[in-house]
């Protein structure tokens, strides 16, 4: 499968900002729709917002309004602008892609395309 690559998190204190990327192949981000997830410990992963094809943002409803969803296809990088960090916006941030799938489950993310993740603390 294609590795993701994410970067940009790190410990923010409440009401800060980050910014993450997420680097694959153009390919990918050409063809298949693009999703931020999340995982804190004791909790299942939550999908945090997704972008399709055509341009297309979803957000999750705790986060509307504070982050933002985008891309450039041509350099393949998806991004994710985190503003007025919470601490419950704490957990490790991952990315995937999908070729049909435009979502925020987790499950429907099933062609393999996922990254490590990076970090966020929010405290």
């Known amino acids: 499968h294609v590795q993701l690559v994410e970067s940009g998190g790190g410990s923010v204190q409440p009401e800060g900002s980050l910014r993450l990327s997420c680097t694959g192949s153009?390919?990918?981000?050409?063809?298949?729709?693009m999703a931020w997830f999340r995982q804190a410990p004791g909790h299942e992963r939550e999908g945090v917002a997704s972008i399709s094809t055509s341009g297309t943002a979803t957000y999750a409803d705790s986060v509307k309004g504070r982050f933002t969803i985008s891309k450039d296809s041509a350099n393949a990088t998806l991004y994710l602008e985190m503003n007025s960090l919470r601490p419950e916006d704490t957990g490790m941030y991952v990315c995937a892609g999908d070729r049909y799938y435009c979502g925020l489950s987790p499950v429907g993310y099933d062609d393999n395309y996922w990254g490590q993740g990076t970090q966020v603390t929010v405290s």
């Open positions: 153009e390919y990918v981000y050409s063809r298949y729709c």
